[in-house]
């Protein structure tokens, strides 16, 4: 049975901008992958841990120390808009 | 062979110490086959003639002058374009980046760029690395060398196909769920993925954080060792990096497989497996056992639930990094009345529809109400994954499967059911959620005259053994075929 | 006050003043010209990595130690994922279900009646950058567009949660002060609310007394100093009383504090916001922080507030003077090296909250920096209690020490200040001053005593100010025998 996605409220929090046909698409698509993907539900795991990282090793730090910046010519060269020292933005819907 | 395009770098190596080839004769050859083939394969999608004109004229300088940085001096090696480097274009395939010029190197480049190589430019991907096809890219597919019909495999198919096509030696690709290894089986060539944190990731564009590695491929394991000791090390900038030692790769190479325990994974022939995959791989590994080798058959059953555990994980960290990519700093941006309507058409016109996908996955899989049975219960299958590895490394030194449960496949082919496509990474994703490194060795050509690679797979930071068997593999059982395209003939 | 149970939780951002950011190389400075402290980790460019700062694990570790939390042997990061312009990467890199410190307390007193406020969490997590919003005077509604400057972006911050155990206005006030004060003591930020370097945010819902379960939770944002914080608790309380009161619902929202109008508005409410897709951090491994390192911190904190205030009050201080002297601005250094000196722990209070304090607001500079010294400090207080200066005079010779001129004894003698306690020479004064006003004279013979302190003006102004003025009074009565 395949999975049921609210995929517009998805979307909303991805922040893509979907029409409804892709949203219908997008939407049966995921709901395929994810009832094969729900088979990770089908092996008990109980008292199993959670791994999030391959890696067994802990604490990898840097000393407090000052390192070189970047040019900001070279960083705003990529801004797809700039006003003088500033990336320029369309105004902001929401309060911080 | 008569043309240095199709060298080794071992044998290159010798050519320019003994100043019979010089680099920039060494460069010209492989840019010679480069514009005759890059028509129809579209490995890259950046070639730097004048930056690498610039190293290889350098190299020579440098060997004249008696200061030989080592086996890649004057070598011309490609990169997957989700590695950085400073002032050249870096696209990940994806529009979002069109025109995007890094403001810094990789720490891959760097150590490539310190150790004399020339950097021949970048090649073409799935967008993001997302995909097992390269079909996925905003800027064109890759054709595989031995037939312009199939995919060269993914996501790494342009480095896959720029090296089995001879317009690089050697190239860099990255590893998420198989995007080195699949791609070299399915083109022929050497891929390797190291250890996760051997290889220091800062600089590539991440896919999935906690399962990215680059890796090299390679046109012999002996390349892929050289490759691999220039990359390796920790990286102070990675705090993911492995803090100790490179494993010595080089001292047992040579070592042969007589008393080595080899296990061969039941769940990985399984039924999906092409017959002829099977057959080629079953002989490879006949061959092993001939020259010594203690063959067994071993089971990990958690491998069956793999593939699903990868796409739930591998999408949940996408969707986080690729997050950035908002119209705010660099990038495509799209016009919007409000800055989260300019995100929002950005992301939705500069990121394609797999990226999208899996963008959607991900962020579903980690929602508020889903997270446990989706995500949270991936990562602990992903525990169950690295225990039955653990326990199968009790028993046997390496594993061996095929790569690829098929050979290359027609573009278009799978473009429109992700599912099928998602299957061609069954055998090379669980090595991915352990973090293990895995290698694929091309050991035949089915009866199309498609290559086929075998993969050898070792524990974490196995990479001595693993090279090792890989080595007995290419001798015993490897396969010198070279692809059509790879010759002036078959590009003309 | 309020007919409900009031229930407060505070959460608290404090920029930590380490020389480079919490995850990248890039100076902690805001000064600096716009979107030059950057790099590829703090811009969020592809491929760049964070690598946490140890000065800053440090540093949390001694917050969490001094509020008397638990120190986690092995915490990790998480990504807390929402879209924002000025937030780089569209997550900040923070802690989640496995802090660095957890369960701790801090003790708080409203009018000598003490409280215990828990502590939930201290965490370490990364700024934003800051965006200005053209037009519309700088607010976010009508504006034409927005600059962003990144600079700020990935200054390590440090994240106190208090539990929900305050009830008034002025007990978030006092938690606010002492966690303040706390920060400073340890000289781990400015700690400027003003600027933005101390940050609070708290959680406020109302419910009828006896109700188990808790009311609507509002949020109010943008308090930038301890008064606001207090004054805008003040106005919810009382908002959402009247709302209660007329049976209307109070909307689960986030507000803001306006200063002018002095009330509270809502924001825009972020739709699905709070989803924040907790996913941890793949791109680091867990801190962890062995036994010894957590004693070390422990053991190498410096005298908190509280301890150092009570201490003071066994010196004698009352509870308002112990509480500014040990306020911190090195009052407290003072103190006690007057004392060491000799002087009267009380009596240098009062010069220290008195004078002292006013003269270090005016000249600006911390009181380190100034050539005031215990030593001289006791000087001038034995000087004043001994009669020899008087306290008119001795603020002369405290601006004089504070200017760098010397020695308070050779000060009051440059400046011809010292009193003169020569009874001779007074009875003079006195008698002159006496035969110079007969009318006044008779008026205090009549009973009017105002007339002492005319006519000892008078004597000091014949002195030059160097009498004591005690002295003078006395003298006075017993000579016009009233
Ligand atoms: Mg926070
Ligand atoms: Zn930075």
């Given at each position: ?8 409220k ?13 949203a ?18 089908a ?7 959670p ?46 | 062979?008569?043309?240095?395009a ?26 010679r ?41 004057g ?12 002032g ?41 690395a997302?995909?097992?096809?390269t ?30 096509a ?71 900038s ?11 790769v ?10 080595l ?87 939705h ?25 989706f ?11 690295i ?93 010198d ?12 | ?20 950011k ?13 979107n ?14 964070p690598?946490?700062n ?36 569209n ?7 496995l ?11 409203v ?22 919003h ?27 949660v ?32 003003e ?20 009311g ?18 003040a ?15 109070i ?15 809502p924001?825009?409410?972020k ?20 036994r ?70 005016s ?120």
């Amino acid at each position: 049975m395949p999975v049921d996605i609210d995929i517009a409220k998805v979307a909303r929090l991805a922040r893509i901008a979907i029409t409804e046909e892709e949203a219908a698409e997008y939407g049966a698509q995921l709901g395929d992958i994810l009832e094969h993907a729900a088979r990770v539900q089908a092996l008990p795991t109980d008292g199993v841990p959670p791994t999030a990282h391959p890696l067994p090793i802990a604490n990898a730090l840097r000393d407090d120390v000052i390192e070189p910046t970047l040019d900001r010519e070279e960083v705003l060269a990529q801004a797809p808009e700039r006003d003088g020292d500033f990336f320029k933005l369309p105004p902001f819907l929401e309060d911080s | 062979m008569s043309d240095p395009a199709d060298l080794t770098i071992s044998a290159a190596g010798a050519l320019l110490r003994s100043g019979d080839l010089s680099a920039v004769e060494l460069l010209e050859a492989v840019l010679r086959r480069a514009s005759m083939t890059e028509a129809i394969l579209h490995a890259f999608l950046t070639i730097d003639s004048a930056g690498a004109s610039a190293a290889a004229a350098a190299a020579d300088e440098a060997f004249a002058a008696g200061d030989d940085l080592g086996h890649l001096h004057g070598i011309p090696i490609a990169l997957k374009d989700n590695m950085v480097t400073r002032g050249i274009e870096t696209t990940c395939s994806s529009q979002i980046l069109s025109g995007y010029i890094p403001p810094y190197d990789a720490t891959v480049v760097e150590r490539l760029k310190a150790a004399g190589a020339v950097i021949v430019g970048k090649t073409n991907m799935d967008e993001f690395a997302m995909g097992s096809s390269t079909e996925n890219s905003a800027y064109g597919a890759t054709r595989n060398p031995w037939d312009p019909d199939r995919v060269p495999g993914g996501s790494s198919g342009g480095s896959a196909a720029a090296v089995s096509a001879g317009s690089a030696l050697a190239a860099l690709g990255s590893d998420t769920g198989g995007s080195i290894r699949q791609p070299a089986s399915l083109t022929g060539v050497v891929g390797m993925k190291p250890t996760y944190g051997l290889v220091s990731r800062y600089g590539l564009v991440a896919f999935a954080s906690s399962l990215d590695q680059i890796g090299p491929l390679t046109r012999t394991v002996d390349d892929a060792v050289t490759v691999f000791e220039a990359i390796a090390g920790h990286d102070p900038s990675d705090a993911t990096s492995y803090p100790g030692p490179v494993p010595d790769v080089r001292t047992a190479l040579d070592g042969g497989v007589a008393g080595l325990r080899v296990g061969v994974v039941r769940e990985l022939w399984g039924e999906g497996t092409d017959p002829e995959v099977a057959a080629v791989c079953r002989r490879a590994v006949d061959l092993l056992a001939d020259a010594g080798a203690l063959v067994s058959e071993v089971s990990l059953p958690s491998l069956e639930y793999a593939l699903s555990a990868y796409y739930l994980i591998a999408p949940a960290e996408c969707s986080s990094n690729l997050a950035r990519f908002d119209g705010v700093r660099y990038g495509l941006r799209r016009a919007g009345s409000t800055v989260e309507e300019m995100m929002a058409s950005s992301r939705h016109d500069g990121l394609g529809p797999e990226v999208t996908r899996r963008v959607l996955l991900g962020t579903y899989a980690l929602s508020a109400g889903y997270y446990d049975a989706f995500y949270g219960q991936a990562q602990k299958v992903r525990t169950l994954v690295i225990r039955d590895f653990a326990a199968a490394y009790g028993d046997v030194d390496v594993l061996i499967s095929p790569v690829s449960p098929t050979t290359a496949f027609k573009i278009g082919e799978r473009t429109d059911d992700p599912l099928a496509m998602y299957l061609s990474d069954v055998c090379t994703i669980p090595s991915n959620l352990a973090g293990d490194p895995g290698i694929s060795v091309p050991v035949g050509l089915d009866s199309g005259g498609l290559p086929i690679g075998l993969q050898v797979l070792a524990p974490a930071l196995g990479e001595a053994v693993l090279f090792r068997v890989a080595k007995a593999v290419e001798s015993l059982a490897g396969s010198d075929a070279r692809p059509a395209l790879a010759t002036s003939e078959g590009a003309a | 006050m309020s007919a409900y149970d009031v229930v407060i939780g505070i959460e608290t951002h404090v920029e930590l003043r380490t020389a480079s950011k919490m995850f990248c190389g890039c100076p902690v400075d805001f000064t600096a010209e716009p979107n030059t402290a950057v790099c590829p980790v703090c811009l969020g460019l592809p491929g760049a990595l964070p690598v946490p700062n140890a000065r800053a694990v440090e540093w949390t570790i001694a917050l969490g130690s001094a509020l008397g939390c638990d120190i986690a042997a092995e915490s990790v990061f998480h990504r807390k994922n929402y879209f924002y312009a000025d937030l780089p990467k569209n997550y900040q890199i923070s802690q989640f279900d496995l802090p660095l410190c957890s369960d701790g307390k801090l003790d708080v007193e409203v009018d000598g009646v003490p409280t215990v406020v828990g502590i939930t969490r201290v965490h370490m997590e990364e700024d934003t950058g800051k965006s200005t919003h053209m037009g519309a005077g700088g607010r976010i509604t009508g504006s034409e567009g927005s600059l962003v400057d990144f600079n700020r972006s990935g200054v390590p911050l440090v994240e106190v949660v208090s539990e929900p155990d305050i009830k008034t206005p002025e007990q978030a006030r006092a938690y606010a002060t002492e966690l303040r004060e706390i920060v400073l003591s340890l000289g781990i930020s400015d700690a400027r609310l003003e600027e933005g370097s101390m940050r609070f945010d708290a959680n406020i819902s109302l419910r009828p007394p006896g109700q188990q379960e808790l009311g609507v939770k509002v949020e109010v944002k943008n308090m930038n100093s301890l008064r606001s914080l207090q004054r805008a608790l003040a106005y919810e309380i009382e908002r959402q009383t009247k709302r209660l009161d007329a049976d209307e619902p109070i909307e689960q929202a986030t507000r803001h504090w306006e200063e002018e109008s002095r009330r509270t508005a809502p924001g825009r409410s972020k739709e699905e916001s709070s989803d924040y897709r907790y996913l941890r951090e793949p791109d680091l491994i867990p801190v962890a922080v062995s036994r010894e390192t957590i004693e070390a911190v422990g053991s190498g904190l410096p005298e908190l507030p509280a301890a150092r205030r009570s201490r003071y009050r066994e010196m004698g201080l009352d509870f308002e003077a112990a509480r500014l002297v040990s306020a911190g601005e090195g009052l407290g250094g003072l103190l006690e090296a007057a004392v060491a000196e000799g002087a009267g722990a009380a009596s240098v209070a009062n010069w220290l909250t008195g004078d002292v304090m006013a003269q270090i607001r005016s000249l600006g500079t911390p009181v380190e920096e100034t050539p005031l010294t215990g030593a001289r400090l006791a000087e001038l207080v034995a000087m004043v209690d001994g009669g020899e200066l008087s306290a008119t005079a001795a603020k002369d010779v405290l601006a004089g020490v504070m200017a760098g001129e010397g020695e308070p004894r050779q000060i009051a003698e440059e400046r011809d200040l010292m009193q003169i306690t020569d009874s001779g020479f007074i009875e003079e004064a006195v008698d002159r001053v006496l035969a110079e006003h007969p009318d006044e004279v008779e008026r205090l013979r009549g009973g009017d005593g105002r007339l002492t302190g005319f006519l000892v003006g008078m004597v000091m102004k014949a002195t030059g100010g160097k009498a004591d003025p005690r002295q003078v009074s006395e003298m006075i009565r017993s000579r016009a025998g009233a």
